[in-house]
């Protein structure tokens, strides 16, 4: 597996010129090094980030990047002032046929930099789902919840990643709010996506996240709650028998299973003085189960984010089979 090269800097080394605490050229926003008659670009250099505090950098070589740097570089030389905004950390890449790709902030990242956000996983198909060609897409996005700005983006799927991907960094780069980025005129024709783009979709879901109006939980804290042996929750499985007998998670002991549309006649067999965290496939009848739950006084209940297709974990297929 290559998994990239690493940077060349023993030339500006030698030129004493500045570098980074990992060896990387330190350049200004004209691509200027620490010696102003020498101009560095491309995989050997690190770039700020409009994100981050003033000063820390990123490390993120591209081919893109490069190719800004070199139009920055002659544009200087020419006498031309044209400034470079630096990067997001924008990466996409294939692995057989599925796409993964990453811009802006992580959850980490924001929390090392002191930054209040909140995240969604959301799970879905990129275009409509009785369309040819439909493939599933799991998209987590990162907001600031003081002032709602879009700060980050991931996804995998076998569906179009790079549109969603290319809005956001749109959307981050011109600072955007999850407001903005709700509502945004996408392009909409059955070839090309569903009524509402999976983006907005993942943008209407978190801002009633923010906003109070529902309440999730990722697949990462269900897991560590389950690792700890925690008994003061139970998983609800709201799909149908024959779903469930398809694919559900492994945790028979912990899991409830009522199917969405006797819900509000089983109320009183689930606990009330426990956490209730309902799921499907997707989480969207999860999301109702939660809604339903909390309109009926259930205090504690947080749907599963991303449901049993957005489960990064092992997972369990019919016949007892674990994957």
Partial sequence: MAVGMRSESKLAREAKLELDGNGHILINEFC??????????????????????PGERLFTP???????????????????????PGVLGTVICKAFDTTIARTGMT????????????????????????????????IKIVVDRENRQVLGFQAVGQGDVSKRLDVVVTSI????????????DLGYAPPYSPPLDPILTVAHVMQNKIDGI????????????IDRGRDDFVLLDV??????????????????FIP?????????????????????????????????LSANGFKDVAFLEGGVLGWPYEVRKKMGEEI
Avoid at 32 to 53: E, K, R
């Fill in 173 to 184: 780069s011109f600072r955007a709010t999850i407001d903005q980025l709700a509502y945004l």
């Fill in 239 to 256: 799909r149908l028998p024959k779903e469930c007998e398809e694919m559900t998670l492994p945790y028979e002991e912990k899991t409830v």
């Fill in 32 to 53: 200027q090094t620490s010696d102003p008659d020498i101009y560095a670009g491309g995989d050997c250099v690190s770039n700020s980030n409009p994100l981050y505090d």
């Fill in 107 to 138: 959850e980490k990242e924001a929390g090392r930099l002191k930054r209040n956000v909140e995240s969604i996983l959301w799970t879905g198909n990129d275009l409509p789902h009785y369309y040819s060609g439909s493939n599933p897409l799991c």
């Fill in 260 to 292: 969405l549309g006797a819900l509000r006649e089983k109320l009183e067999s689930l606990p009330r003085d426990k956490k209730i965290i309902p799921f499907c496939k997707l989480s969207l009848r999860g999301y109702e189960a939660e809604r339903i």
């Fill in 214 to 225: 529902t309440r999730g939980i990722s697949p990462l804290e269900v897991k560590r709650m």
């Fill in 62 to 84: 591209q081919g893109s990047t490069a190719n800004k740097h070199g139009r920055i570089i002659a544009n200087h030389i020419a006498g031309m002032k044209e400034a470079f």
